[in-house]
């Protein structure tokens, strides 16, 4: 296994190359809709652990790729995530004031604005990913790929089953299902593209997809345990919100101490998955002990 | 020049096919996020002209080509249009009750279910236009062309313009790159993918564009004068609302007939640009006309 101090100068270094990436590839603020491209940068720079990124980069970098199309699939992949984001905090969605440590892009700006940086970032997203690879083939299946892993048999069927579905008919299997499909389906396509856009075979594909999806699902039971016991200036944004507004999560259905285990058990298996890879594969082992330790 | 039957039937035709390619490939309301599938159906079956999509199937078939591509190509482009109007109805931005003759998305579902069919349709527009071709080339040239279009400096840049440029800050230069941005630059994709799709040369793809760029704006001209003198049943939203708001539009600036003078010139421009093709742009041809002769 990595060492920990390693892990973290590896996320830090993709963080780092991924924020002038985004620099690159976001609109610059010019002509009479500078606004928007704004508000694009002011959601999506200088925020945020990148996990999804360095998900991408870190499985094309285990295939021994790391080509400027890696990087802007990163960054579409991190696109996509941060207009949803932008969207989840509207007023008319899950009405939060602050994202990342700083005030949410309709509270900066206004909701229409907000809206349409959402959208602009989301057409973005699929621009960047139709440029990342210079096999035609390969980006336009990543171009598809990342169509079903964000629309609604997606995230964006995460996130409405999560607004509309009552809590009280929530069981352990439908928030399974949400989470999967809400923060899952996006982690799952980062492995996913970074593996494919390597050049990957199917078997290994599959591989870092079955170790993605353990993954995310163990980084979503934290994010449930977090929002009990973490620390609000460390997390980022308001915690607690979910047992004030008496959501059921993972903690309130299983209990602290038992999500807890299937957490470890996910991470565990997560890590399986990826033996056959030996050493190679050590930085994304880490990244389970990471999302598992994270204090925010 | 077809005569207006047969241009009338085409168009007709064209709507109705694109109905049923709609149904197809439109996720089915199932699940537990059967919600926004519902929501999505609702805003895009069964209504509206199919302008779009009907200039890009023209355009293919004036170069050769109608097959299954095409059609999804023109279901991605009525898919990205149609995710412009259920966002831009919102109450955040033109806050509309009424489109296509029914109450907005976000009148029969709500605000929040809105924004996610939205989005959902914007993501699902690229899986399709993924989809446009077997020449992956041509296809992923289209899926960036597509988000070029809807991006920052097209259609999501002219909304911008629209909703943040004072009205007295409006003349005639800056509603003309409003429009052209808005309106303009998903019309002119249509032609442009419709005869890239079709294997067009660069020259053919140049004069095709050329009238829609055109023909898009004297479309936009066309829209003003329907505010001022249009009848709301015919039209499928509200009238006179420009001038209740004191905004500004070709008509306010120009004046009603220097408006209709301006549309027409731009008309027979357009159609001078498919002179090369002769006959065979008669349909292309008589649409400038159907634009410019429509009650709503």
Same mark, same amino acid.
């Given at each position: 296994?990595?060492?920990?101090?390693?892990?973290?100068?590896?996320?830090?270094?993709?963080?780092?190359?991924?924020?002038?990436?985004?620099?690159?590839?976001?609109?610059?603020?010019?002509?009479?809709?500078?606004? @928007?491209?704004?508000?694009?940068?002011?959601?999506?720079?200088?925020?945020?652990?990148?996990?999804?990124?360095?998900?991408?980069?870190?499985?094309?970098?285990?295939?021994?790729?790391?080509?400027?199309?890696?990087?802007?699939?990163?960054?579409?992949?991190?696109?996509?995530?941060?207009?949803?984001?932008?969207?989840?905090?509207?007023?008319?969605?899950?009405?939060?004031?602050?994202?990342?440590?700083?005030?949410?892009?309709?509270?900066?700006?206004?909701?229409?604005?907000?809206?349409?940086?959402?959208?602009?970032?989301?057409?973005?997203?699929?621009?960047?990913?139709?440029?990342?690879?210079?096999?035609?083939?390969?980006?336009?299946?990543?171009?598809?790929?990342?169509?079903?892993?964000?629309?609604?048999?997606?995230?964006?069927?995460?996130?409405?089953?999560?607004?509309? @579905?009552?809590?009280?008919?929530?069981?352990?299997?439908?928030?399974?299902?949400?989470?999967?499909?809400?923060?899952?389906?996006?982690?799952?396509?980062?492995?996913?593209?970074?593996? @494919?856009?390597?050049?990957?075979?199917?078997?290994?594909?599959?591989?870092?997809?079955?170790?993605?999806?353990?993954?995310?699902?163990?980084?979503?039971?934290?994010?449930?345990?977090?929002?009990?016991?973490?620390?609000?200036?460390?997390?980022?944004?308001?915690?607690? %919100?979910?047992?004030?507004?008496?959501?059921?999560?993972?903690?309130?259905?299983?209990?602290?101490?038992?999500?807890?285990?299937?957490?470890?058990?996910?991470?565990?298996?997560?890590?399986?998955?990826?033996?056959?890879?030996? %050493?190679?594969?050590?930085?994304?082992?880490?990244?389970?002990?990471?999302?598992?330790?994270?204090?925010?």
């Amino acid at each position: 296994m990595s060492s920990p101090v390693t892990f973290k100068d590896s996320l830090a270094k993709t963080a780092q190359h991924l924020e002038t990436v985004l620099d690159d590839v976001l609109p610059k603020p010019i002509g009479h809709q500078a606004v @928007v491209a704004e508000a694009m940068r002011y959601a999506a720079m200088g925020g945020g652990k990148r996990l999804r990124p360095f998900l991408l980069v870190q499985t094309a970098q285990l295939f021994g790729a790391d080509d400027a199309g890696i990087w802007r699939a990163a960054a579409a992949l991190e696109c996509l995530h941060v207009y949803s984001l932008v969207h989840d905090d509207l007023p008319c969605m899950d009405d939060d004031d602050m994202r990342r440590g700083k005030p949410t892009v309709h509270k900066t700006y206004d909701e229409a604005i907000a809206t349409l940086a959402g959208d602009a970032l989301l057409t973005l997203s699929f621009e960047l990913m139709a440029s990342s690879s210079e096999d035609s083939a390969r980006a336009l299946s990543m171009v598809k790929a990342l169509a079903v892993a964000g629309g609604v048999n997606g995230m964006i069927g995460g996130q409405v089953i999560d607004i509309t @579905v009552s809590e009280d008919a929530r069981d352990e299997a439908l928030i399974t299902e949400l989470q999967n499909l809400k923060t899952g389906a996006l982690i799952e396509f980062g492995c996913h593209a970074g593996a @494919v856009l390597a050049g990957a075979s199917g078997d290994d594909v599959a591989r870092v997809r079955r170790y993605a999806r353990d993954m995310g699902l163990a980084f979503q039971i934290k994010d449930d345990i977090l929002d009990v016991e973490g620390d609000a200036d460390l997390v980022g944004k308001a915690v607690g %919100k979910d047992a004030d507004l008496g959501k059921a999560t993972f903690v309130s259905i299983l209990g602290l101490e038992p999500a807890r285990e299937m957490a470890a058990e996910l991470g565990e298996r997560a890590k399986s998955h990826l033996a056959p890879f030996g %050493k190679d594969a050590d930085i994304l082992c880490a990244t389970v002990d990471f999302v598992l330790n994270r204090t925010h």
